[in-house]
């Protein structure tokens, strides 16, 4: 079984998906409904978000909560907006996408 996050892992994932965003903690704080050092005091360890908070946080980055929780992805975001556009390719077209993708592997 897969080891939780620690809130230390949560912290760091955060500021990295808020800097992919490249926006401010204040800026996030204020746009997701709450005070202005809202993700400052999550990022600086003085405390974590609700449930329900967490889910706001998640639809401002444009991410999944699965999305926020896999590190492997380093951009899900521009991630999931590619996805979106592989999906209306013709299958000759997902074919050239393929091999564009594993040369670059």
Same mark, same amino acid.
């Given at each position: 079984?897969? =080891?939780?996050?620690?809130? /230390?892992?949560?912290?760091? @994932?955060? $500021?990295?998906? @808020?800097?992919?965003?490249? $926006?401010?903690? @204040? /800026?996030?704080?204020?746009?997701?409904?709450?005070? =202005?050092?809202?993700?400052?005091? *999550? /990022?600086?360890?003085?405390?974590? &978000?609700?449930?329900?908070?967490?889910?706001? *946080?998640?639809?401002?980055?444009?991410?999944? &909560?699965?999305?926020?929780?896999?590190?492997?992805?380093?951009? &899900?975001?521009?991630?999931? =907006?590619?996805? /979106?556009?592989?999906?209306?390719?013709? &299958?000759?077209?997902? $074919? $050239?996408?393929?091999?564009?993708?594993?040369?670059?592997?």
């Amino acid at each position: 079984m897969k =080891e939780l996050f620690t809130d /230390e892992e949560f912290v760091k @994932r955060l $500021v990295e998906l @808020r800097n992919i965003k490249n $926006v401010s903690a @204040r /800026e996030m704080s204020l746009e997701i409904g709450q005070s =202005e050092s809202y993700i400052s005091n *999550i /990022e600086n360890g003085y405390g974590m &978000p609700s449930l329900s908070v967490f889910f706001y *946080i998640c639809q401002y980055l444009d991410i999944t &909560p699965k999305d926020f929780f896999d590190t492997g992805a380093k951009d &899900p975001s521009k991630a999931t =907006e590619l996805f /979106e556009k592989i999906k209306a390719l013709k &299958p000759e077209q997902l $074919v $050239v996408i393929e091999s564009v993708i594993n040369s670059m592997k």
